[in-house]
């Protein structure tokens, strides 16, 4: 059964990049069967799609966050990564990670997740 | 893209059944089967319970169950077990430059 961990700082002063890592066990993010996801929660709030990437490097990112969200993929540690540049206190939330099925637009496996806090 | 539509808070009592509403538009939950539903107990993750619409992963109870009706989508529990409260999320794709868009959520409490 596939396992997807977060990690990285959970402290992030404002104008700085958050940088966060998904390490994924039982599973590759190298199948072609899957995309590998962001999604956050502010506190308190409901959850939001930042992007995903594929094993061949291909990304889709929200709209409302594209100018600041870089996701990358490294095959050879099964992992993925989340940078969001320039950020901001509206940035503050649980960031998790998460699998999604080619062609079922659904997150079937999903991160304990991970608090990271903009503040100076 | 708007964030689906859900009522801040369902109740029942043990036993019961209730129902969920996600409401969106012909460019999400209305145009494609695509929705899910996610439970998420907190400080927990949340656990996807029903995708495309009315499909169960393995190992969700069959007490869950969900149905789409034009631009609604619904999320029902029978038999209402303590278990259960928690908050649901639905999701649909959409076919806005934000393909993936999440509802406002749901409390479930269990009276």
């Known amino acids: 059964q596939v396992q997807l961990q977060e990690s990285g700082p959970g402290l992030v002063k404002p104008s700085e990049t958050l940088s966060l890592t998904c390490t994924v066990s039982?599973?590759?993010?190298?199948?072609?069967?899957?995309?590998w996801s962001w999604i956050r929660q502010p506190p308190g709030e409901g959850l939001e799609w930042i992007g995903y990437i594929f094993y061949s490097g291909s990304t889709n990112y929200n709209p409302s966050l594209k100018s600041r969200v870089t996701i990358s993929v490294d095959t050879s540690k099964n992992q993925f990564s989340l940078r969001l540049s320039s950020v901001t206190a509206a940035d503050t939330a649980l960031y998790y990670c998460?699998?999604?099925?080619?062609?079922?637009?659904?997150?079937?496996?999903w991160g304990q997740g991970t608090l990271v806090t903009v503040s100076s | 893209q708007s964030a689906l539509t859900q009522p801040a808070s369902v109740s029942g009592s043990p036993g019961q059944s209730i129902t969920i509403s996600c409401t969106g538009t012909s460019s999400d939950v209305g145009g494609y089967n695509y929705v899910s539903w996610y439970q998420q107990h907190p400080g927990k993750a949340p656990k996807l319970m029903i995708y495309e619409v009315s499909n169960r992963p393995s190992g969700v109870s069959n007490r869950f169950s969900g149905s789409k009706s034009g631009n609604t989508a619904s999320l029902t529990i029978s038999g209402l077990q303590a278990e259960d409260e928690a908050d649901y999320y639905c999701?649909?794709?959409?076919?806005?430059?934000?393909?993936?868009?999440f509802g406002t959520g749901t409390k479930v409490t269990v009276l």
């Open positions: 999701s649909s794709y959409t076919s806005s430059s934000n393909p993936y868009v």
């Open positions: 998460a699998r999604f099925p080619r062609g079922k637009y659904t997150f079937d496996s």
């Open positions: 039982g599973g590759s993010v190298s199948s072609g069967n899957y995309y």
